[in-house]
Each structure stands twice: as structure tokens, then as C-alpha cells.
């Protein structure tokens, strides 16, 4: 019967559960302790904020997430070749706990994907009511609600997990892996993302609104904030949790389920940027779950880790919450590097130019990124003397950025560059547009003109350049071109390049008069502003509308192709790295024959060079199909 095998059903009914079980034990002790059975005030609602941590369990447990575990732990008999949950034959089989890398992947960036439309509605939102000077759309606390999980759902629930669903589409079979190391791990990675959107977002329904504090949510503004802030506290927790356990998959499955052959030195660099993105992950994310969990604590059990009332210290709240968030810019930037070199050195034919250095560059760049945190903090009153290094060890990162960039450039050179295909512009922009957002990020590096351009537009301008320019574009890179390979169909390319062409334009016209506005002072998280910046207030939001309706030619193409495009094959690109080497889709389990690697993966150019070879023929090589094993309990 459907409530006892796990799915929709039995998960309805754990989430039911775990609710009654966490406001039931909210009102039972605050019933033995003497007090009130409803505590109301802002920071309070233990009968909210209890369940909205116990339903989700609920939830999981319900729908499966824990089943296996739970019989391990019970000691009944595994099976250690159980995939039972394993691959999808119909759309159901994306709705269920699947534990195929590749469905993971697609289930990944499909919803992300669907939480980048509703952050960019957020965003018309906010550029509707700044279109003009005075306040026409929405209040001053509606307006703080939507910048600020604007931001956060892009960060939380867009940019960083689209990279991580790409990448687990992609990384095994570049590797020449069956799966990622931890499968189960894998599909409880993906099912904590759609819980931490419903609560991020389900906080405009709180009493006082949406939070809004900012995506950063500085103490000691958070602490006292409405109930929608105890949402945001706990919504990263489980963001963040999803980050953590993805990231450790990740490491474990590129050290050790690499193809034979394939040392490091010939691993796509793909794979590194995964490499290096996790190792910021499992470093850094720990600290923004801490600083949330402190300020949590601080507003429902007045721990007052950041009320100077109380002796609490304000500003270690921006020294914990940066100290992840800077990595966590290159949590969102590292992925998107390692795309755009697979994708200029096949549609350039060309190998990377300085390969190892690219990989040393990866890791230089996670080693310092650790180092700048306080560069958000200039104007904080943080101790005064920790400026001039932070600002040094800011500037020195671009050292290894620039490596990077240059080698792009050193790989299009003399390359046979195939304009053709919308992932190849995309990654062009890419590179025009991310140059010019990291060279406003030298300029705010420098304490002089960072003091003068703080909380103005100049950073929105900024992070715009760097995520926009940066991150998105390299994510439409990569969906662009692995589409074939994960649909097996190919998208319509004059659809791509007006996706591209209005995506490009509409990003500078919408993000560069944020530079001079905030030049001039414009402050930025504000919903109102003086008159003289109307004018361009106005270009920008009607070129944000413009962006914003682009998108749509991107969601009409990918679905009308992905039922309809023609049949792509399995190597459109003629790429070399392994992916390419099975069909399009790959087999359930990937490959039929164990992958031996025998070269780099981008000899480009080089006649005979080949990068990995499909042993089919060879004593060995055939990979048994998988058979559940029988165990026998003792
Ligand atoms: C159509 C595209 C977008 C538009 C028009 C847009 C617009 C805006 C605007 C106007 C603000 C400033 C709100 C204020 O300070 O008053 C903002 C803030 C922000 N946006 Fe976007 N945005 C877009 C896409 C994105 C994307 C893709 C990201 C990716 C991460 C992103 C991340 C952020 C962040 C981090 C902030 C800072 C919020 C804060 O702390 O003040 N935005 N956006
Ligand atoms: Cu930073």
C-alpha cells in the first residue's frame, strides 16, 4: 500500500508528522514550564519555527531519503549492489528519490533553473519600483524583502547548485565513473534544495514579512528582526547542508573513481574547478551555517553571541559571515572557469594553453581566497590595521585570475574558433563581460575608493558583472553545451543567438549605468532615491525588463528542442574528453566498457592524439552489468 513504500504519499505523511511532533513538543514543554503556550513576539514562534525544522525530517524520511541507512543501522542485511532507485525510464522517475548521478543532474538544473526565474521576478520587482524616483510600486519593508531574498535565492538556490547539477551530470562521466561515490548521499544532496527554497520563500507569508536584512543578514540588524529572519537562519541550513554533502561526494568520487590512466595531469579541467570549488565548500560553508545558527540562537534563545548589550561582540558576526562568503565567491566563479575552458578548447580545436598552470591557478585561488574576507569590511570599524594586508592579498588574487584569463585568450589564439554554436558565444562574453567585472573588483579591493563606493551602486554594478557576466553566463555555456549530450537532441542555434544577443546587450545596459550612479552616490538597498538619477534609473530598469523577457527564448528553446530537436549523436562537438565517447543520453550506467585513458583531454589538433579509448575488444575491460548481490545475514 502506497503509505508504506517511500514516495509523494508516505513523504506527505512524515511532513504531517513531523509537524505535529515539533509543534506538539513546543506546546508540551512550554505547557510543563508555567509559560504562555504562544510565544508572539518578533524573534519568538517556537510553535513555527520548531516544526519548520522537524517537518522537512519528516519529509525526508518519509519519501525514502533515509530507508537504506535505517535497515544498515537496524542490522538488517544490505545489498551492497542495490539500485533499485537507480536511472529514469519516465518523467515519474525525476519525482521520486533517484540515486542516478544523471538524473540527479537534470533534476538539479531544472529546479535551480526554476529558482532563477523566480529570483529574476523578484528582481523586475525591485526595478519596477526603481524605475522612478518616489515609491509607486511596492513599501519600503516590501521592497527589503525582495533585494533581500532576491539575492538569496539566487546565491542559495541558483547559481551554486545549477554548478553542482551540472557538474554531477557531467564530472563521472568525464571521469569515466559509473556514478558519484555516494549515490544516496547524492539524491539527499538535491532533496534538500527544494525544502530550503519553500522556506526561504514561504517567509513572505511569515508575520512581518519576508526577511530583510540583506542576503548578508548582519547582526545586530537580524537579531531583532521579524519571524521571516528566523526563516532565512534556517533556510541556509539546509542550503547549505545540501552545499556540504554534495562537495564531499565530489571530492571522494575525483580522487578516487578516476578511469585507469587518468592521473591528475590528465584530468579535465572541469574536474579541477570541481575539485577546487569543493574544497572552498567543505572549508568555508561550515562558517555561514555557524553564523546563522548563532544569530538563530540569539533570537530564540537569547544567547546574545552578537547583542553588545549583553556583552556580545556585533562585529565578529561579519568576520564569521565572510569569511565563508568571500570563498563563496568563487564557489560561484571556480565552476564556471573550469566550463569555459571545456568549452573554448573544443569549439576553438585547440589544447589548453598552460593546462597545469590553469590547474595551479584553481588552487592558488582557493588557497588565497581564504586570505581577503575582511575586504567587505573596510568601512565596518574592524581594526584598522588589518586593512593594508587584506587589501595586498585582495589585489594578489588576481594573479591567478588573470593566468586564467590570458590562457583563454592563449587558447582562442590562431584557434579555429566556431562561432556557430551559442556555447562557444556564450563563453566568449563570458570573458569580455567577467574581465570588466573583475577589474571593478580591484578597484573596490583599494581601500580609498572602496570607502567612497561602499554600499553604493558601484557594488551592485560590481556583483552583477561578476555573477551576471560571470557565473550566469557560464552556466548558459555549459547547458548549451552539454545539451546534446544530456537530451541526446540539438537545440535551435538561431534561438541560442538571440537568447545570447539580448542576454549580452540587456546585461550592460542593465548593469553599466550602476557604475556611474554609484560613482555619484546613489545608495544602494534603498527604495527611494533622490531625482537626479532617474533618468538612468529608468534605462536600467526597462533594460532589466529586456533581460528579464530573454530568458524566456532560453526556456522556450531548451523544451521545444528537448522533445522535438534534431538527433544530436553522441560527439556534436567532436570533443575528446570521455563524456563524449558514450551515446547521447549515456547508458544507465554509463558505460558498457571501462574507459582506458591514454592522453591529455584536449590534444586538439594533434592527428592520432586521443584521450581516452573504449576497450570494448579487450580481455578485462567489459564492465559487468550490475546484478543485485546476495547476502546472506548472520
Ligand atoms: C535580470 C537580472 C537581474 C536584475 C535586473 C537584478 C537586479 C538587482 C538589483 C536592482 C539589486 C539591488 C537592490 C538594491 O540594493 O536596492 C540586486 C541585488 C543583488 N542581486 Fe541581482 N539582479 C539580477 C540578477 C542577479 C543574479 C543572476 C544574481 C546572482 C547571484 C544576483 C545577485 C544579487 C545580489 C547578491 C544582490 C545584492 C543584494 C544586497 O545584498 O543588497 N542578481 N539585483
Ligand atoms: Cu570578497
Known sequence: ?????????RGALGFFLGAAFGFGLVL??????GLDLFQTEDTGYPHIVVPMITAPFGFLIGFGAFDYWFRWAAGKPTVPEDHSDHGATRWQDY???NTDHKVIGIQYMVLTFAFFLIGGLLAMLIRAELAQPGSQVVGANTFNGLFSTHATVMIFLFIIPMFAGIANYVVPLMLGAPDMAFPRLNALSFWLLPIAGIIFLGSFLAPGGAFDAGWTGYAPLSGGAPLGQTFFNVG???AGASSIAAALNFLVTIIT????????????????????????VVGATPFVAGAQ???????????NFFNFLEGGDVISYQHIFWFYSHPAVYIMMLPGFGIISEVISVHARKAVFGYRLMALALIGIVVLSYSVWAHHMFVSGMFSWLRVPIMISTMLIAVPTGIKVFSWLGTLFYGKIQTQSTAMLFALAFIVTFTVGGISGVITAMIPLDIHVSETYFIVAHIHFVLFGGSVFTIFAGL?????KVTGRMYDERLGRVHLWLTVVGTWLTFVPMHWIGMDGMPRRVVDYASQYGDWNLVISISAFMLGAAQLVFVYNMIVSWRFGPKAGSNPWRGKSIEWLVSSPPPVYNFTAIPRVVGGPYEYGTPGA?????AEDEEGATVPTPEPSKVTAS
Open 293 to 303: 545558527f548563532m544569530t538563530f540562537f540569539d533570537r530564540i534563545l537569547g544567547m
Open 610 to 614: 586521443r584521450h581516452a579509448i573504449m
Open 480 to 484: 548549451y553545451h552539454w545539451f546534446p
Open 28 to 33: 508540551a514543554l512550554r505547557a510543563v514550564s
Open 257 to 280: 573513481m578516476r578511469a585507469p590512466g587518468m592521473n591528475l595531469w590528465r584530468m579535465p579541467l572541469m574536474a579541477w574547478a570541481q575539485l577546487a570549488t569543493s574544497l572552498l
Open 95 to 97: 519525482f521520486k528519490f
Open 1 to 9: 500500500m502506497a503509505l508504506r513504500n517511500p514516495g509523494w504519499y
Open 236 to 238: 541556509v541550513q539546509f
